[in-house]
């Protein structure tokens, strides 16, 4: 009964079930697409050398999308609904993208040429074993990370805590630039999933407030 209670109380939660469709999609596609038709590549990526420690604020990732969805979830409704709509459908956008333009990255290097072994080296090893470097862009990883900085950032939560703001728009930074320090996406990668939130920004939050009667 607490649990029909809370449920009723703050409602939604449903919406959660996107994930289970959505690494269906998304691993059934890194499945079937073994060799990308396009290479992402841009002339930035060349100056951006590999750092194996920005598998620190990669990975941080999924403490970022874990905190905010429940703390929105729990503080403001609406909000939440607005992290689901842009996230999703952002998300959704991407995997159709990967369908039909199928893309992927010739950024990584080689491990033993590297000459070094510790613990990111390790953990990156892992990361390229269990992720191939194809279905790149737009990124995923960026986009989502900008939808729940923007959606957090105007919450009634995270107006009630400028500082927390900030956190919230720094650690989303961080997520994107270790995208590219850990070779897992290019830049364009990083501005074409950012970009996807953009339209999101003016339908949700740019909007004229309707003067009382």
Request: aromatic share 18%.
């Amino acid at each position: 009964m607490k649990l029909k209670r809370l449920l009723t109380a703050r409602p939604y939660l449903w919406f959660q079930l996107y994930w289970v469709v959505y690494l269906i999609w998304f691993f059934g596609l890194d499945w079937l697409i073994e060799e990308p038709k396009y290479i992402i590549h841009s002339p930035l990526d060349d100056l951006i050398p590999f750092c194996e420690w920005f598998f620190i604020p990669y990975c941080s990732w999924f403490f970022l999308l874990a905190g905010v969805t429940a703390l929105l979830w729990w503080n403001d409704t609406e909000a939440y609904k607005k992290l689901c709509l842009m996230m999703f459908s952002g998300m959704t956008f991407c995997l159709i993208v990967y369908m039909i333009w199928p893309n992927g990255l010739q950024l990584r290097p080689d491990m033993e040429a590297l000459g070094r072994q510790n613990l990111g080296t390790f953990v990156m090893g892992l990361l390229w074993g269990a992720d191939d470097a194809n279905n790149v862009c737009p990124s995923i990883h960026c986009q989502s990370s900008a939808a729940m900085a923007l959606a957090f950032a105007k919450s009634k939560f995270g107006q009630q805590k400028p500082a927390l703001r900030w956190v919230a728009w720094i650690w989303a930074a961080l997520i994107c630039a270790s995208t590219v320090f850990t070779k897992q996406h290019s830049v364009i990668d990083i501005i074409c999933g950012v970009a996807l939130v953009l339209p999101w920004y003016v339908v949700l939050y740019c909007r004229p407030k309707q003067k009382a009667l």
